[in-house]
């Protein structure tokens, strides 16, 4: 009798492991099916994210150079804009397209009226059975906009600060004044230019014109500047010109 037990106790046992192998191999495909859902909805989600982002940024700069020749590949401003966007996007697992494109004014280019950017970005599927059902790639779009916030209001500049006047010399009656060369100023390039430092470099130049920050967080790096780098003695005021830089 004790053996005829141990024998049945074994053949139990044996079932028992069978069973747990057959369930396993059930459930194992679908749990990894999941998972690749997950993850592969995870990476359109965060892709968008970051997109929208990157949609932000553009419009933003779009705002503040709404008078850049956006059809011209080579305008220093469309440049400048071009890098903005790559270097944001480069951590998104996808495919920008080639040309990016340039922000759209649909009301002009005044005051107050909107900067519109509208990116499309291309995801890859780990997953081939979703993929037969929502297609793969998978596109997705951002858009965003802004207010310009730069131009002229009855010839006023808005945009920048209004330059503090310097006090005229006073004439020495004994000789006769002669006049002193142009002073000479080169606008710095701030990209990549800590905040905290931008005064010290606009100044260093030979500037007598206010520098005005717009809002970021903290000492941020400065990414946006109204006055071109490199240009000398910039239109209209020369030295005594403003600039308005931000993140």
């Not at 892709?47 to 705002?63: C, E």
């Not at 059809?71 to 270097?87: E, G, H, K, Q």
């Not at 909107?114 to 499309?120: I, M, N, Q």
């Not at 430092?197 to 130049?205: D, I």
Request: charged share 10%.
């Amino acid at each position: 009798m004790r053996s005829l037990y141990h024998r049945y106790r074994r053949h139990r046992q044996g079932l028992s492991r069978g069973q747990s192998l057959v369930e396993f191999a059930l459930i194992f495909p679908v749990v990894l099916l999941i998972v690749l859902i997950g993850l592969d909805f995870g990476r359109v989600y965060l892709g968008y994210v970051s997109l929208q982002q990157s949609a932000r940024i553009a419009a933003n700069f779009a705002a503040m150079n709404p008078t850049a020749v956006w059809s011209n590949a080579a305008d220093p401003f469309r440049l400048r804009y071009v890098d903005l966007v790559t270097r944001d996007a480069a951590t998104i697992n996808c495919t920008l397209p080639n040309p990016l494109p340039v922000p759209t004014f649909p009301d002009g280019t005044g005051l107050g009226q909107r900067a519109v950017v509208s990116f499309s970005c291309s995801f890859s599927l780990l997953t081939p059975f979703i993929g037969s059902f929502v297609g793969n790639p998978v596109n997705v779009a951002a858009e965003a906009q802004f207010p310009i916030r730069t131009g002229f209001v009855n010839g006023v500049p808005v945009g920048t600060a209004v330059p503090t006047a310097t006090p005229a010399p006073t004439a020495t009656p004994a000789s006769t004044a002669t006049p002193g060369p142009t002073p000479s100023c080169t606008v710095p390039a701030f990209a990549n230019v800590r905040k905290n430092n931008a005064t010290t470099l606009w100044t260093q130049e030979g500037f007598t014109g206010s520098i005005v920050f717009l809002p970021g967080n903290g000492n941020y790096f400065i990414q946006t500047q109204t006055l071109v780098g490199g240009v000398t003695n910039p239109p209209p005021d020369g030295c005594a010109s403003t600039i308005t830089v931000g993140p």
